[in-house]
C-alpha cells in the first residue's frame, strides 16, 4: 500500500538504511533481539543480587519472582530495542531534539508496518492485522474446546489441556481481539471524522500498538510454561488460580501489558477528540462512532486499573508470598471478585459501546436517512458509562456476598436495559422510510441489530436475580456472552471492516464474497450457540471438559456447527487478502457518506487533510437539500476523484 | 405513512409472535422442577418469558417489514437519499417509559420471589455441606452429626444448607432445585430449599475449581418423610455402633472424603480418573522406592511428596484433617489384598 501525497514526498523521503555497525545500534529488529537479551540478563542480574545482599544460597534459584523479573524486563527490552522509547530517552538524556523527518510516519512500503510508526494510519493497521492474527489462534483453541466436548468423555485432551484451551481462548478474544480490534478501526477512523492530521499523541499511540503483540505473546506462550499453561478461566478467581499452573503468572502479566496498552489508547483518544476537533466541530457534530469512542475511553482509563491491581494481587499472593486471597492470614476472598468485576462489566461495554459507533455509522449510510434521534443516542451512551460502573456484582448473586446488595444491583442491572433499547429502537426508526442497501457492511450491521437483540434479552434473564440464581455457571451464560460478544462485537468489527476496507486499502472488496461470508457465518453462529441456552437452563454447567450423556446429542450437533462457523472465516481472509492486492480501486467515497473520512482519498494523505476542513453541519444529513457535513481544500474537491494513485 | 402500514405491520407482528411463543413452548427449557424455590424461579422464567418474546416479536417484525419495504432500487447507486427524519420527541420518550416500566415490573416481581425463595419458616432441617477439590460431603447436625457422601432429603420440609469450602471455590447446584449457592473459603454461605417432588437428583458443581471440576459431582435423593426417618435411624446406628478400625470403616472414610471422585479403586466400587488409579497402589510404591503402607499414608497427608508419573501436582488437596485412627483405617482399606472385602 503506498500514500498518494506527491507534493510531501520530496521532504519526507526516507534516509538512507544504516550500515555496518550502525545497523545493530538503530531502532529496529536487530537492536530489539540483543536488547531483549541484554534486559533478560539484567532482570536475572537484579534478582541475583538482592538475593546475595540478603545472603540467600543458592544465588540463582529458578523462583516465580526469577520469572516475573524476566515478563517484566524482556518486553522493556524489546521496545526499547525497536525503537518505541527513543525520542523520550533522547529527550530526557537531553540529547538536542532531533529535527522531526516524519521518516517514522506513514508506510511506503510493507517494511513499514513492522516498525515502529507513528502514523494513526498505520498504527490502525498494524493493530487490525494483529488482533486478527491473535483471532486465529483463538479460534482455533475454540475448535479445540468444540471437539473435546462433541462427545462425552475424554477424547481429544486431558482436563488440563481442556482448561488451558477455553482460558486462553476467552483471554485472547476479550484482550487481543475485540478490544484491541475496536481501537485499530478507531485509530484510523477517529482522526480522519475530527478532520485531524493523526492522533494527539503519535509516539504514545505506536508504544500502546507495540505493548499488545508482547501481551499476546505472553498469553501463548503460557502453554509451553512447564507445569501447563494458565488453566483457571479468563476470570482468574482466587485462590484457585494461585494455587493452579504456573501459566496463570503468565496470564497475570500478560494482562498488565494489555491493560496498559488499553489505557494508552484511550487517553490519547480522548485527549485527541477534546483538543484536536476541526474548526466547527463541535461535541453535537461529532458522529456517533467518535462519541462511542469517547465514552469508551472514559471506561478504559477509569476502570483498567481496577483488573491490573486484581492481578497483581493473585500474583504476589503467589510469587511474594502475601495474603490478599489467604484466609488462613486473614485474606477476603470475596475481595477479588469485586476488584476484578468492577473492571470486567465496564469491559462489556468497552467490547459493546464502539461497535455501536459502528453501527450508527452503517445503518445511516446504507439506508440513506439521518440516525434517529442523534442526541438522545449519544445521551444514552453515556447513561450507559455511568450506569455501567453500578452493576459489576450482578456477576456475583451466587458467590455469597452480602445478600441485600442483590436486589439494588438487580434494579441498576435492569435500568441498563433503557438506554441499550433507546439505542436499538433508534437504529431502526433509522431504517424507517429510507433507502436500504444490502451491502456486506450493512448485513453485518443488521444481523449485529438482530443478534444483540436476543444478546440484550438474555441478559434480562440473567439480569433476573430468581432466574439468574438457576442459569448462573451455566451454558446459559457462555450462550449469552456469545450473542453479545460475537453476535454482538464481532459482527460490529466485520461491518467496520469491510465499511472501511475501501478507506484502508484504496481497493474494494467482492461483495458476493462478503455476502457469503455474512450468510455461512450467520446461520452457523445461530446454530451454535442458541442450543446453549437449552442445555444450560436444563442443567449443564459451564467449563467442564465432561459431561452428562443427556446433552451428548445437542453438544454434538453444537459442535459440528460451530466447525462450520470456524470453516467461514476463511472466505473473511480470503476475500480481504485476494481484494488488497487485486480489488477493482476504489474511489475516495464510494458509499456517497457525508463524515470526514470519505471526503479524502482511499488511502488517505499523510497526514489526511491538504488543509484542514471547517465543519459546518451534522454528520447525518442524507436527505436533507443542500446539508453539507464540511468544507473542504474550497473548490478543489471535485478533483477528489482523480487524484492519481 | 403508507397506507395500511398499521395492517401490514400487525400482520408481521403476529407472524414473528406466533414463531417466537413456538420457541418459547416447543422445548423443556427448564428441567422438571422438584424444589417449591425452583416453582417460583419458574414462573419468573416465564413471566420474562412473555416480555421478551413480545419484544423480540416486535422488533423482529418492525426490522423484517423495513427491510423488505425500503430497500433501495437496484441500480440506485447511494445517489438517491430516504426521508429526512430526524426524531420524533413523543416516540422517544414511549420506547424510554415503556422499557423502564417493564423492567421495573421485572425487578419487583423478582425481589418478591426472592424474598420468599429465601425464607428459612420453622424447624428447618440444618445440613452442612463441606466442599473440597473434588467431592462433596453432608452433615446432618440434628441428627448426631450424621455424614454422608450421598444427600438424602425428606420431601416438603424447608432444608437450609450451610456451606464450607476447604479449598477453592465451590458452587453448589441441583438443577430440578433451581438454587444454586457458593461456597467460599473463610465465609459461611447459605441456601434454603423445599424439595416438593420425590426422586434422585444430580448435585452439579457449577465453579471451575481444578482439574476434577467436571467430576465434582453427588447425587441427592428426595424421600417421603417416613422412608428418610427410617433411614436417619437406621444410619446413625449403624456410624455409631461401628466404631472399630480396619479396612471395613476404610471404606466407609474413603466414601465420605469423596475418593472416588477421583481415583479408580476396584473395592469401593469407584472409576475418577482424575487422580492416578488406586487398583496400582503397590507399582507407585515400587516407582517411589517405598513400602506401600507408608508411601499409602504419605501421599494422603502430604500429597505432592511424590507425583506419579502424568498427573500435575498441586490437584490434590492434603487430607491432614483425618484423625490418625481413621488414617489406619482409611490405609488398611488401600493395601489390604485384593479380593478379601
Keep these: 500500500m503506498t500514500h498518494t501525497a506527491p507534493a510531501h514526498d520530496a521532504h519526507h523521503a ?66 526499547s530495542g525497536i525503537g518505541a522509547f527513543d ?62 466436548l462433541a462427545q462425552p468423555g475424554l477424547q481429544v ?98 494482562v498488565q501489558w494489555a491493560g496498559a496498552s488499553s489505557i494508552m489508547t484511550a487517553l490519547n483518544f480522548l485527549v485527541t477528540i477534546i483538543t484536536m476537533r476541526a474548526p466547527g466541530m463541535t461535541f453535537w457534530r461529532m458522529p456517533l462512532l467518535v462519541w462511542a469512542n469517547f465514552t469508551t475511553s472514559l471506561l478504559v482509563v477509569l476502570a483498567t486499573p481496577f483488573i491490573a491491581a486484581s492481578q497483581f494481587f493473585v500474583m504476589f499472593d503467589r510469587v511474594i508470598g502475601m495474603d490478599f486471597f489467604n484466609i488462613h492470614e486473614g485474606g477476603y476472598v470475596l475481595g477479588y471478585q469485586h476488584i476484578f468485576w468492577f473492571y470486567s462489566h465496564p469491559a462489556v ?42 452493576v459489576w456484582a450482578h456477576h456475583m448473586f451466587i458467590s455469597g456476598m452480602a445478600s441485600y446488595l442483590r436486589v439494588p444491583m438487580m434494579i441498576t442491572t435492569l435500568l441498563i436495559a433503557v438506554p441499550t433499547g433507546i439505542k436499538i429502537f433508534s437504529w431502526l426508526a433509522t431504517l424507517w422510510e429510507g433507502r436500504i442497501h444490502f451491502t456486506t457492511p450493512m448485513l453485518w450491521a443488521l444481523g449485529f441489530v438482530s443478534m444483540f437483540v436476543i444478546g440484550g434479552l438474555s441478559g434480562i434473564y440473567l439480569g433476573a436475580v430468581p432466574i439468574d440464581i438457576h442459569t448462573s455457571d451455566t451454558y446459559f451464560v457462555v450462550a449469552h456472552i456469545h450473542y453479545v460478544l460475537f453476535g454482538g462485537a464481532f459482527f460490529t468489527i466485520m461491518a467496520g471492516v469491510y465499511y472501511w476496507f475501501p478507506k484502508m486499502t484504496g481497493r474494494m472488496y467482492d461483495e458476493r464474497l462478503g455476502r457469503l461470508h455474512f450468510w455461512t457465518t450467520f446461520v452457523s453462529f445461530n446454530l451454535t450457540f442458541f442450543p446453549m441456552h437449552l442445555i444450560g437452563t436444563q442443567g449443564m454447567p459451564r467449563r467442564v471438559s465432561d459431561y452428562a450423556p443427556e446433552f451428548a446429542n445437542w453438544n454434538l450437533f453444537i459442535s459440528i456447527s460451530s466447525f462450520a462457523l470456524g470453516a467461514s472465516i476463511l472466505i473473511f481472509f480470503y476475500n480481504m487478502i485476494h481484494s488488497w492486492r487485486y480489488g477493482e480501486l476504489a474511489s475516495g467515497n464510494p458509499w456517497n457518506a457525508m463524515t470526514l473520512e470519505w471526503q479524502v482519498t482511499s ?43 | 405513512m403508507r397506507r395500511g402500514v398499521v395492517w401490514q405491520l400487525l400482520l408481521f407482528t403476529a407472524i414473528a409472535g406466533v414463531i417466537t411463543t413456538l420457541m418459547a413452548l416447543y422445548p423443556h427449557w427448564l428441567p422438571a422442577t422438584a424444589s417449591e424455590q425452583a416453582d417460583r424461579i419458574g414462573d419468573v422464567f416465564w413471566f420474562v418469558t412473555i416480555i421478551c418474546a413480545a419484544i423480540f416479536a416486535i422488533v423482529a417484525a418492525v426490522l423484517a417489514y423495513s427491510l423488505w419495504t425500503f430497500r433501495a432500487p437496484r441500480d440506485d447507486n447511494f445517489e438517491t437519499d430516504g426521508a429526512p427524519i430526524h426524531g420524533h420527541t413523543g416516540i422517544e420518550i414511549v420506547w424510554t417509559a415503556v422499557p423502564f416500566a417493564l423492567v421495573t415490573a421485572i425487578g419487583i416481581y423478582s425481589a418478591i420471589v426472592l424474598g420468599k425463595n429465601d425464607k428459612v419458616g420453622e424447624n428447618p432441617l ?19 452429626n450424621l455424614a454422608a457422601t450421598t444427600l438424602r432429603l425428606p420431601v416438603n420440609r424447608v432444608v437450609r444448607f450451610h456451606f464450607t469450602a476447604l479449598d477453592v471455590l465451590h ?102 480418573k482424575v487422580g492416578p488409579d488406586l487398583d496400582k ?56 489384598p485384593k479380593g478379601a472385602s
Excluded at chain 1, 530526557?92 to 508496518?113: I, K, Q, T, V
Excluded at chain 1, 434521534?373 to 453515556?382: D, F, I, K
Excluded at chain 2, 467431592?135 to 447436625?141: E, G, I, L
Design chain 1, 14 to 79: 526516507t534516509k538512507p538504511p544504516p550500515t555496518g555497525f550502525r545497523r545493530l545500534t538503530a531502532p529496529g529488529w536487530i537492536r530489539a533481539i540483543w536488547m531483549s537479551a541484554l534486559f533478560w540478563a539484567l532482570g536475572a542480574g537484579i534478582v541475583c543480587l538482592l538475593r546475595w545482599v540478603a545472603g540467600w544460597d543458592p544465588v540463582w534459584d529458578w523462583l516465580p519472582i526469577t520469572v516475573v523479573a524476566f515478563l517484566t524486563m524482556l518486553p522493556l527490552g524489546f521496545l
Design chain 1, 87 to 148: 525520542y523520550w530517552v533522547y529527550y530526557a538524556l537531553g540529547y538536542p531534539s532531533r529535527e522531526e523527518d516524519h521518516s517514522g510516519h506513514g508506510a511506503r512500503s510493507w517494511r513499514d508496518y513492522f516498525r515502529v510508526n507513528t502514523d494513526h494510519k498505520v498504527i490502525g493497521v498494524q493493530y487490525v492485522a494483529t488482533t486478527f492474527f491473535f483471532f486465529v489462534i483463538g479460534g482455533l483453541l475454540a475448535m479445540l474446546v468444540r471437539a473435546e
Design chain 1, 157 to 254: 485432551t486431558d482436563a488440563q489441556g481442556y482448561n488451558g484451551f477455553f482460558t486462553v481462548h476467552a483471554t485472547l478474544m476479550i484482550f487481543l481481539f475485540i478490544i484491541p480490534a475496536f481501537a485499530g478501526l478507531a485509530n484510523y477512523v477517529v482522526p480522519l471524522m475530527l478532520g485531524a492530521p493523526d492522533m494527539a499523541f503519535p509516539r504514545l499511540n505506536a508504544l500502546s500498538f507495540w505493548l499488545l503483540p508482547i501481551a499476546g505473546l505472553m498469553f501463548v506462550s503460557a502453554f509451553f510454561v512447564p507445569g501447563g499453561g494458565p488453566n483457571s478461566g479468563w476470570t482468574c478467581y482466587a485462590p484457585l488460580c494461585e494455587h493452579n499452573t504456573f501459566g496463570n503468572v503468565f496470564f497475570n502479566m500478560g
Design chain 1, 349 to 390: 461495554y468497552i467490547m459493546m459501546l464502539p461497535g455501536f459507533g459502528i453501527i450508527s455509522e452503517v445503518i445511516s449510510v446504507m439506508a440513506r436517512k439521518p440516525i434517529f434521534g442523534y442526541r438522545l443516542m449519544a445521551l444514552s451512551l453515556l447513561a450507559i458509562l455511568v450506569l455501567g460502573f453500578s
Design chain 1, 603 to 645: 488511502p488517505p494523505p499523510l497526514f489526511n487533510f491538504d488543509e484542514i476542513p471547517q465543519v459546518v453541519g451534522n454528520p447525518y444529513e442524507y436527505g436533507v437539500p443542500g446539508a453539507r457535513h464540511a468544507l473542504l481544500n474550497g473548490a478543489r474537491q471535485h478533483e477528489l476523484e482523480e487524484v492519481p494513485r
Design chain 2, 126 to 144: 440444618r445440613i452442612d455441606v463441606t466442599a473440597q477439590q473434588f467431592a462433596w460431603s453432608f452433615k446432618y447436625p440434628q441428627h448426631q
Design chain 2, 171 to 272: 458452587s453448589f447446584w441441583v438443577p430440578e432445585f433451581s438454587q444454586k449457592q457458593d461456597t467460599v473459603p473463610g465465609i459461611d454461605t447459605w441456601l434454603t430449599v423445599t424439595p416438593n417432588k420425590t426422586g434422585k437428583f444430580p448435585v452439579v458443581c457449577t465453579e471451575l475449581c481444578g482439574l476434577g471440576h467436571a467430576v465434582m459431582r453427588s447425587t441427592v435423593i428426595v424421600m417421603e418423610e417416613r422412608a428418610w426417618r427410617r433411614w436417619v435411624a437406621g444410619a446413625a446406628r449403624q456410624a455409631g455402633g461401628g466404631g472399630g478400625g480396619g479396612a471395613e470403616a476404610g471404606k466407609a472414610i474413603f466414601a465420605q472424603n469423596g475418593c472416588g471422585a477421583c481415583h479408580t479403586y476396584e473395592p469401593a466400587g469407584s472409576n475418577g
Design chain 2, 281 to 336: 497402589l503397590s507399582e507407585f510404591a515400587e516407582d517411589a522406592g517405598q513400602p506401600v503402607e507408608e508411601f499409602t499414608r504419605n501421599s494422603i497427608v502430604d500429597p505432592n511428596d511424590y507425583v506419579e508419573k502424568g498427573f500435575p501436582p498441586n490437584v490434590m488437596p492434603p487430607f491432614e484433617s483425618l484423625s490418625d485412627q481413621q488414617l489406619d483405617s482409611l490405609v488398611a482399606f488401600l493395601t489390604e
